[in-house]
């Protein structure tokens, strides 16, 4: 970086030096709401944009910025930079923060503050910024507001911010702790607030060989980066045993049942909801006493968090629960019953060599083949197919049927392929989908870090940037659908803004409209609160127009109330950003 001219903001000339560093670091996004504190890094990142070293996502509501950048890097594998102006503006990013704490989803947030001597004295849009995440983030640095005399000293300056963007990329990455997640770098700055700024690619270019990606799909996954530190545990034979998938746990859950001969209990947005070893009806499985009975030892990957029969099974008295955690510090233990935690595991020479006795061939096969019976019962409960000799009266009927949950969550599974991306939503119909979805070898995402319906909309936007391309080649030439309830899809409604000039991105919103929040109908509390009170503060009832709420913000809009009408929209989805809205039965 060149020396700062006469007249230049020390506020551009850091902010110029931060971004270029981060770009040489291997960071190609950066989400930004507008402000005034903030001024500097956001002309830097638009002229970062301008000579194509930077994708840049402008959003003007902090809360859906965050979980823009929280489903772009889900998706890229890559941390983002998350930019805010001061005041409330910090404090509207707390729940993708938040999210991406308990995910480890690695999130950099350059959050602008007003100056050491501005600070407690009443000044506006000043409050408490160091801090304010809380134990949420995995560094928090409070930079003070650079000066031009620090500048000229463009040798000192540069390793500066040099080590100050590697602390932060490797603390939001996980690369030496292996527990990824949010970062925040406090930015302190006096006016003036920019100057006039153009930049030269040469001066900010990345460095012949970018890093390779560094996130979730790199690391919270990869049980090889852990065993580097730490020893597999290894199990041997002699216990009857399920392989629990949970949110995130990935293909390495599959992967190691497989290996085992255990059945494989995973949730839908394990990424692991595939293979032979695959249990799909397992709630049903662990509530009997000739199957979940038996169990005597889990081992758990991932995160679950869509039935009560999983940590049901974990604190029953005499099941030994193993947890593997390749990164993190928040070990999931329901109870406090689990047994023991490992960063890797491996069965042994005596568990891989009784795969195929007659005993480990019975457990698997008495679970998967009954686990296919009862997803068998259940599609010709609520499937009619089609005669060889055209459409009879029956299949007319049931073509014309309403939609119901079973008949939707099945639509989109069967429409959704491994270029595409699917995003759930929480609501009903993700526990709809666990429940019965089979086994298929596709991405799916959901915010399952603490299982919020903040921001939904902007993460499966996120999704669908990220991996339908930018700045690099695309990871996906599908399209991202988004499944959520209506409830999740008004909480973050502000989202559909997309600015002007920026990517449109393949994605079908397909929202789920009962009128409310019918998921706490099945609640126990459903069966001794009076029915309008219910009503009032739960389920909290909604009659909105989602067609003008479509064209207010430029989007395509369909309806699909029939399984003839949801089996065509899903088929030809739009090529534009599109919401399809399918009416259910409370």
């Known amino acids: 970086m060149s020396e700062p001219t006469p007249g230049t903001s020390p506020a551009t000339t850091f902010s110029v030096a931060l971004l270029g560093e981060f770009v040489r670091a291997g960071v190609r996004d950066l989400v930004l709401s507008p402000g005034s504190r903030s001024q500097a890094l956001a002309l830097a ?23 823009l950048a929280l489903g772009l890097a889900v998706e890229s594998g890559r941390a983002v930079l998350l930019v805010t102006t001061s005041g409330t503006a910090v404090a509207n990013l707390h729940p993708a ?11 950099i947030v350059l959050a602008a503050d007003r100056p050491e001597e501005m600070r407690g004295i009443g000044s506006n849009q000043t409050t408490d910024q160091p801090g304010l995440f809380g134990s949420s983030t995995r560094l928090m640095r409070d930079v003070p507001a650079p000066v031009a005399a620090e500048l000229t000293d463009a040798g000192a300056h540069a390793e500066s911010v040099a080590a100050l963007v590697q602390s932060a990329c490797d603390a939001a990455t996980g690369r030496v702790s292996l527990n990824p997640g949010p970062v925040h770098l406090n930015l302190a700055f006096r006016e003036p607030l920019s100057s006039a700024l153009v930049l030269e690619e040469a001066a900010v270019a990345p460095s012949a060989v970018a890093p390779a990606p560094v996130g979730p799909a790199t690391v919270a996954i990869d049980s090889a980066a852990a065993s580097a530190s730490s020893p597999p545990l290894l199990l041997g034979p002699g216990l009857r045993t399920v392989v629990v998938a949970g949110h995130g746990a990935g293909a390495a859950a599959e992967e190691f049942a497989r290996s085992v001969g255990w059945p494989l209990l995973a949730e839908v947005s394990s990424g692991a909801r595939f293979g032979p070893n695959l249990v799909v009806a397992y709630r049903e499985l662990l509530q009997s006493d000739d199957f979940g009975a038996l169990v005597e030892r889990v081992v758990v990957f991932g995160h679950p968090t869509l039935s009560r029969e999983v940590p049901a099974l974990i604190q029953r008295e005499g099941v030994e629960t193993i947890v593997v955690s390749p990164a993190g510090t928040e070990w999931y233990n329901p109870g406090h019953r689990v047994t023991q935690f490992a960063r890797a595991i491996a069965a042994d020479e005596a568990s891989v060599a009784v795969v195929g006795t007659p005993a480990a061939r019975e457990w698997l096969g008495r679970w998967v083949m009954t686990s296919r ?4 019962e259940q599609a010709a409960q609520n499937d009619t197919p089609l005669s060889e000799r055209g459409i009879t009266r029956a299949e007319l009927a049931a073509l014309r049927a309403p939609v119901t949950r079973e008949m939707l969550v099945d639509a989109v599974w069967r429409a959704s392929w491994p270029h595409d991306r699917l995003v759930f939503g929480a609501s009903r119909l993700i526990r709809e989908a666990d429940r019965r979805v089979t086994g298929k070898k596709i991405q799916v995402h959901a915010n399952r870090g603490l299982a919020g319906i903040d921001g939904t909309i902007a993460t499966a936007l996120g999704i669908a940037l990220a991996s339908q391309g930018g700045t690099e080649e695309p990871r996906s030439t599908g399209t991202t659908r988004l499944l959520l309830g209506d ?4 909480h973050d409604v502000g989202s559909l803004l997309i600015p002007p000039g920026e990517h449109q991105p393949r994605i ?36 909105v127009d989602l067609s003008a709420l479509a064209a207010a913000y430029g989007w395509a809009y369909s309806r699909a109330a029939t399984r003839s009408d949801l ?10 950003p599109s919401i399809l809205e399918v009416p259910l039965a409370r």
């Open 373 to 376: 019976s009862f997803v068998r």
């Open 45 to 67: 990142a638009a002229e970062l944009e301008r000579i194509g070293l930077l994708r840049l996502h402008v959003r003007i509501d902090e809360r859906g910025a965050g979980f």
């Open 487 to 490: 409830l999740a899809f008004l």
């Open 508 to 543: 079908q919103i397909v929202v789920g409209n009962d009128g409310g929040g019918s998921i706490f109908d099945g609640l126990e509390v459903a069966d001794t609160a009076p029915a309008s009170s219910l009503d009032r503060v739960l389920f909290t009832p909604q009659q």
């Open 97 to 107: 923060v938040l999210e991406a704490h308990h995910s480890g989803v690695p999130l």
């Open 567 to 576: 089996e065509r929209e899903l088929t030809t989805p739009p090529a534009n």
